[in-house]
Structure formats: structure tokens, C-alpha cells
């Protein structure tokens, strides 16, 4: 049997190792430390043993911490305190004038708001209207009312040509000019169109037409002293528009006649015609008939019919043909 070891010759496991295996204390790394017994410390580590480095940090030694500019060695260079400051008056500066332009746009459009609020008010309404001009066949109360003045919208609203353009639907109406008169009047001057000739119908009545066949007003009755006109066609006679309405420009030559004729006979003129061909013949009180065919040289034709009118011998069955300018011929 073997018998009890000397305590001499023992080695606790768990002690350094004898005076046989010195430790040099200076170069040992505690193994609990943050580099551990498999990292050596690096002898030109500017962090120093004293200085451990986290391993476990993403940016690693010697790295810069994001948001600090790497650390090169050199030294920016010093900005002069007075580039600095004339840099903080440009960007204030800037910021003033943003400001400004912000506000003043803000106070346009306030302003702009009131003033056309202020104008929708009774005070800038159409409320004065005043009606000018000779219009014996139209009055002022159907003026207006034709205009849209009547329920006295606001000034600023008022479109003197869209006004007149109403106004001039009115069947005597030739010509309307709107005007504005601030704070809340408006004029309008009327020129009526006149009556030139006359048209049997509708029905038993008789159409007042002006010198460009619109219709003006239907008479009960033929009216004295206006010139009749007829428009015969191939099948029948072509009826008077209805009022405010025009005839169709064919019969344009007719109402150049009836509207030109002169004074030295157009009191004798009994009625206009217009054949279906387009000739154009008048009928004279005196039973007399003229021929006048187109509408050229009008002027040599009148003086032709005057001069026979006035020197020559006629008949209550004489014609008067001056169809061709200048060689006037009498018959009957």
C-alpha cells in the first residue's frame, strides 16, 4: 500500500504554478479583463492597456462617432467673426424679406376680399337708372325692365355691353349705350328705328317694318303716309316677320328702293314690289307704274323718273320704264 502523500509533495491545482514556473507579474493580463487572455494588447494602441476598447461598438476603434468630422490631424481653418456675421445678416435678411412678401400677399388678398364684399353692398347697387334719348314708341319702364336693371344688382356687376345687347331685343330699338355712374347710377341712351313701309298682315293687320324689313309693331290698320311693300315668289307672297323679327335677306334689294327713294316723288309712292324674278316695280298714287328693275345706278334712275314726273305727259295708265340707266321710255 501506498501511504500518505507528503503535504510537501503536493500541487494544488487550483494555485500558479510553483517557484519552478515564475510569473513575471508586469506582463500578465487579468483574464477577466475586456481583452481577455486571447487578446494581446497592442503595444502602439494610442487607447493604452489602461483604455479598453468595446468590441462590441459598430465603429470600432479609431473610427469617428457619426456627426463629428474624422480627426486628420490638421486643424480647420478659423472663420473671421466678421464673415460669420455678415453670413447671419444675408440669412436673416432673407428671412425678412420672405416674411415680408408672405404678409404682404396675405394683406392683398384680405384687402381684396373687403373691397369686393364692400361693392356687393346697397350702397354700390344699380340704384339710380336713367333713361335718354327719343323713344316715342318705347318707354323707360320697358326699357329698364328689358335691361335687368330693375332689380338693382350690384354696380361692379353690371356689363354695360350684355345691358345694351338686351336692351336693343326691344322691337323699336335701333341702338342702346349703358353707362355707369359710380356709387350707384346708370344711363341709357336709346336711338329708336323708324317705320319706312308697311305690310299687310297678320291677318287683317298691318306690320310697321323699318328700312331693313324688321318688324316694328302691327297696326290694326293701314297707316298713312307709309309706303307699301310686296314680295311675290313663285308659289305666293312672303308675310311680314313677327315683331322684333326681320325678313329674309332675298327681298334686301325691295327695302334699298323703298328706303332710298327720294323726296322729289316718294310722297306719290304708293307701294314697293318685288317680282318673283327680283325685278322691282313701284305703283303710284296716280295709277302710274314704274319699272325699275335692279337696284343698279339707283340715283340716274330717280332723276329719270323725276324729270318724266315733272315735264312729261302721262296717264293714269302710263308706264315709267327706267331699267336701263339714262334711256327712260314712256308707254300707255
Known amino acids: ?93 432673407e428671412g425678412q424679406r420672405r416674411l415680408r412678401w408672405v404678409v404682404g400677399v396675405g394683406g392683398a388678398a384680405v384687402l381684396v376680399v373687403v373691397v369686393v364684399a364692400l361693392l356687393h353692398t346697397g350702397w354700390f347697387s344699380a340704384q339710380a337708372i336713367t333713361v335718354t334719348g327719343t323713344h316715342p314708341h318705347t318707354s323707360d319702364a320697358a326699357i329698364v325692365d328689358a335691361s335687368g336693371l330693375g332689380r338693382h344688382p350690384a354696380l361692379i356687376d353690371v356689363n354695360p355691353a350684355a345691358t345694351a345687347r338686351r336692351v336693343e331685343t326691344l322691337p323699336f330699338v335701333a341702338s342702346a349705350r349703358v353707362s355707369r355712374h359710380w356709387p350707384d347710377g346708370v344711363g341709357i341712351e336709346v336711338t329708336e328705328r323708324v317705320p319706312v313701309v308697311q305690310m299687310a298682315g297678320p291677318g287683317s293687320g298691318w306690320s310697321l317694318l323699318d328700312g331693313n324689313g324688321r318688324t316694328l309693331q302691327v297696326e290694326a290698320s293701314r297707316q298713312p303716309g307709309l309706303v307699301v311693300f310686296v314680295v311675290h315668289t313663285a308659289g305666293s307672297g312672303i308675310p311680314p316677320a313677327p315683331v322684333g323679327g326681320s325678313l329674309p335677306p332675298a327681298v334686301a334689294p325691295g327695302l334699298t328702293v323703298c328706303r332710298t327713294l327720294p323726296p322729289a316723288f316718294v310722297a306719290q309712292v304708293e307701294s314697293v314690289t318685288v317680282a318673283a324674278d327680283g325685278s322691282i316695280s313701284m305703283d303710284l298714287y296716280s295709277g302710274i307704274t314704274v319699272l325699275v328693275g335692279t337696284t343698279t345706278d339707283l340715283v340716274a334712275k330717280y332723276k329719270d323718273i323725276a324729270a318724266i314726273l315733272a315735264h312729261g305727259t302721262l296717264h293714269a295708265t302710263s308706264t315709267i320704264d327706267v331699267t336701263v340707266p339714262g334711256s327712260p321710255t314712256v308707254s300707255g
Open 1 to 93: 500500500m501506498t501511504g500518505p502523500t507528503d503535504p510537501k509533495d503536493s500541487v494544488d491545482l487550483k494555485e500558479p504554478t510553483g517557484p519552478e514556473d515564475p510569473v513575471i507579474v508586469e506582463d500578465a493580463v487579468d483574464p477577466d479583463g475586456p481583452t481577455g487572455p486571447d487578446y494581446p494588447v497592442d503595444p502602439d494602441d494610442p487607447t493604452g492597456p489602461g483604455e479598453p476598447v468595446d468590441v462590441d461598438d459598430p465603429t470600432g476603434p479609431g473610427e469617428p462617432v457619426d456627426g463629428e468630422e474624422p480627426d486628420d490631424g490638421v486643424e480647420p481653418p478659423a472663420i473671421d467673426p466678421r464673415i460669420r456675421q455678415r453670413r447671419v445678416d444675408i440669412r436673416r435678411s
